[in-house]
């Protein structure tokens, strides 16, 4: 294989092929009670298309085709403008709730004589969360913004397929719970001629998160960061 044998050569070389489909579909209701607020609401079903792991290590492994992953999603929000004098503010919340089956992870394929990493279809999941964000402009020329959203992700069930272990309490690998952001933006110049000049400072930051599935504590975690932007 070409992990174990490097050549262009006959005996380095695998073939192999799959299709893979799926219907999906967006559902979505608005409903506008004012000219100001926006009340929203969708379900949907989405997926994310299987395919071969081209770091196995053995031809039975890069043969073996791993499954589309499949989410089915529930997403409520409520957009609202509030006028308030001179001063404009946009609020937006979103609460979102999503059912994962046959989740693409990496796993340790320990049936080949090099064991090395692949894409297995392993697990169930749900990821829930809320996001809010608001823009506020409280004067011409400046503009205030500001964003958190936090994530919950966990396995309902997830079981290696190569030795079986149950890995359903490991952490959900690559999301953050809170991540947020705040910035400021002053237009200092507005001119037909020369367009806009604006200064933007921006404040961000997000917990910290496993970086690759079948992490090992404290060694791929990546840690909290916060960031500013000028």
């Known amino acids: 294989t070409p992990e174990v044998n490097p050549g262009d050569t006959p005996a380095c070389r695998v073939d192999a092929s799959a299709n893979f489909d799926a219907f999906t579909y967006n559902i979505a209701v608005n409903y506008k009670p004012d000219g100001d607020t926006l009340l929203y609401a969708s379900y949907r079903r989405g997926y994310r298309a299987g395919g071969f792991s081209a770091r196995a290590t053995s031809e039975a492994g890069l043969r073996r085709a791993f ?12 957009k609202r403008d509030w006028h308030r004098g001179g001063a404009f503010l946009q609020t937006n919340i979103a609460l979102f ?30 990821i829930q969360g809320v996001e809010l964000e608001a823009t506020l402009v409280p004067v011409d020329r400046v503009r205030i913004s500001g964003f958190w959203g936090y994530t919950d992700a966990s396995f309902d069930k997830f079981i290696d397929p ?63 960061h916060d960031q500013l932007d000028l």
């Open 162 to 224: 190569f030795s079986g272990a149950d890995l359903s309490s490991q952490p959900f690998a690559r999301v953050p719970k809170n991540n947020w952001r705040i910035s400021g933006t002053v237009d200092l110049i507005r001119s037909d001629n020369i367009g806009t000049v604006s200064f933007t400072a921006a404040y961000s930051g997000r917990d910290s998160y496993l970086g690759i599935d079948n992490a090992t504590i404290p060694y791929d975690l990546i840690p909290a």
């Open 97 to 126: 709730h999503s059912k994962y089956t046959n989740v693409q992870r990496q796993a340790v394929d320990t049936t080949s004589g090099s064991p090395f990493t692949v894409v297995v279809n392993a697990a169930e999941a749900t």
């Open 67 to 78: 499954e589309p992953e499949y989410v089915r999603s529930l997403e409520l929000g409520l």
